[in-house]
């Protein structure tokens, strides 16, 4: 069973910074493309960060040159690098990821952490 698990939400000051983790445990072949979404109170989830095995990258418009994912496939970590951070943040972020367990790849969800930023 492969479990993704989030950590480094908070509260922070507009401007501010905060830095996310998500690390995955289990039974783990490989890692495909890995991503970040949130979904702020009453609006749909939504796609922020993805990378791919290879690194490459892709973000949603909002949070361009101010967001960077990353991560660490000896580790089984993906990091979310979310820098002058704006009340319109504020959501919860979830992990999100496609792991070979063994037969074949799936989708896998963590539970969300809480990403609060006040004006």
């Known amino acids: 069973q492969v479990q993704l698990v989030e950590s480094g939400g908070g509260e922070v000051q507009a401007g501010g910074s905060l830095r996310l983790s998500c690390a995955a445990s289990g039974r783990i072949f490989s890692m495909n493309t890995m991503g970040w979404y949130r979904q702020a109170p009453g609006k749909q989830r939504e796609l922020v960060a993805v990378?791919?095995?290879?690194?490459?990258?892709n973000y949603e418009d909002s949070v361009k040159g101010r967001f960077t994912i990353s991560r660490d496939n000896a580790k089984n970590t993906v990091d979310l690098q979310m820098n002058s951070l704006k009340p319109e943040d504020t959501a919860v972020y979830y992990c999100n990821g496609r792991i070979n367990s063994g037969s074949a790849f799936s989708t896998y969800w963590g539970r969300g952490t809480q990403v609060t930023v006040s004006s």
């Open positions: 990378i791919t095995s290879g690194g490459s990258t």
